[in-house]
Nanobody
Framework: QVQVVESGGGLVQAGGSLRLSCVAS????????MGWFRQAPGKEREFVAA????????YYADSVKGRFTIDRDNAKNTLYLQMNGLKPEDTAVYYC???????????????????WGQGTQVTVSS
């Protein structure tokens, strides 16, 4: 059974930084793409970033490009999201996404077909 656990959220002032972590267990972490999504109150869950199974290819939503960095440590079964230059509009619950299929590429990741963690709250004050 695949389990996904996020951590690292919190309250930060605009312009600040946070680093989210996600530990995935129950399968071979290093053979799957991984991603981050977020959901603000009253809005649909949206893509933030994704990374290929080796970590060599990354994709970002336009809204976070240049500010956020996705990374992974396959030896630790851990996915990261470094968030710099945070803005109030980044406030949301952030979810780690583990695709159900090993054939799902980082580029193709969407809101369907993933295992999800419980999410971690990120709040950015102005």
């Amino acid at each position: 059974q695949v389990q996904v656990v996020e951590s690292g959220g919190g309250l930060v002032q605009a312009g600040g930084s946070l680093r989210l972590s996600c530990v995935a267990s129950g399968r071979t972490f290093s053979t799957y793409a991984m991603g981050w999504f977020r959901q603000a109150p009253g809005k649909e869950r949206e893509f933030v970033a994704a990374i290929s199974w080796r970590g060599g290819t990354t994709y970002y939503a336009d809204s976070v490009k240049g500010r956020f960095t996705i990374d992974r440590d396959n030896a630790k079964n851990t996915l990261y999201l470094q968030m710099n230059g945070l803005k109030p509009e980044d406030t949301a619950v952030y979810y780690c996404a583990a695709p159900e299929s090993r054939w799902t590429t980082a580029q193709a990741m969407g809101v369907r077909g993933n295992y999800w963690g419980q999410g971690t709250q990120v709040t950015v004050s102005s």
